[in-house]
């Protein structure tokens, strides 16, 4: 029975081809886990912005119809001063409105790819702490290999 000094695995190209599928592996994963989150993220921005283009329509056509009611109700006496209140809730409410849409326009928590930033950064953790534990524990050495010399001959 001949011993190689070869591992029993296949050598280096074997264990850089694992190396090489276990790498792609894990990008693709990672990569699927990115195109969640970015088709997350598209319809998360789409309801927002629909929302808020129907949330403008509607409080136009009321604010409209809220400035002739007031004017029409205080025709005769106090037309200016009552536009001039509109005017101002008007002005207040449209800046509060549009505050309120780029908080929702804001990311979620963690920003808009936190899964996949989270998955990155524990992979580098895994291989930096590897890489560390590798180099303070030596590799064993292989067990010698018994020949047969003469003195052991019958």
Same mark, same amino acid.
């Given at each position: 029975?001949?011993?190689?000094?070869?591992?029993?695995?296949?050598?280096?190209?074997?264990?850089?081809?694992t190396l090489l599928a276990t790498v792609l %592996? /894990?990008?693709? &994963?990672?990569?699927?886990? *990115?195109?969640?989150? +970015?088709?997350?993220?598209?319809? $998360? =921005?789409?309801?927002?912005l629909w929302r808020v283009a129907l949330g403008?329509?509607?409080? %136009? /056509?009321?604010? &409209?119809?809220?400035?002739? *009611?007031?004017?029409? +109700?205080?025709?005769?006496?106090? $037309? =200016?001063?009552?536009?001039?209140?509109?005017?101002?809730?008007?002005?207040?409410?449209?800046?509060?409105?549009? &505050?309120?849409?780029?908080?929702?326009?804001?990311?979620?928590?963690?920003?808009?790819?936190? =899964?996949?930033?989270?998955?990155?950064?524990?992979?580098?953790?895994?291989?930096?702490?590897?890489?560390?534990?590798?180099?303070?524990?030596?590799?064993?050495?292989?067990?010698?290999?018994?020949?047969?010399?003469?003195?052991?001959?019958?």
């Amino acid at each position: 029975m001949a011993v190689s000094g070869r591992p029993a695995g296949g050598g280096l190209f074997n264990s850089l081809r694992t190396l090489l599928a276990t790498v792609l %592996g /894990i990008g693709q &994963v990672r990569l699927e886990i *990115f195109s969640t989150e +970015l088709e997350a993220e598209k319809l $998360r =921005l789409f309801d927002t912005l629909w929302r808020v283009a129907l949330g403008v329509l509607l409080l %136009g /056509i009321a604010t &409209v119809l809220m400035a002739a *009611f007031v004017l029409l +109700l205080f025709w005769d006496h106090y $037309r =200016l001063p009552a536009l001039g209140v509109m005017t101002v809730l008007f002005l207040g409410g449209g800046v509060a409105l549009l &505050v309120w849409a780029r908080r929702g326009l804001q990311a979620g928590a963690g920003g808009p790819f936190a =899964l996949s930033l989270g998955e990155l950064q524990r992979d580098l953790d895994s291989l930096q702490s590897a890489s560390k534990s590798s180099a303070s524990v030596p590799t064993p050495l292989p067990p010698p290999v018994p020949t047969r010399t003469s003195a052991s001959r019958p």
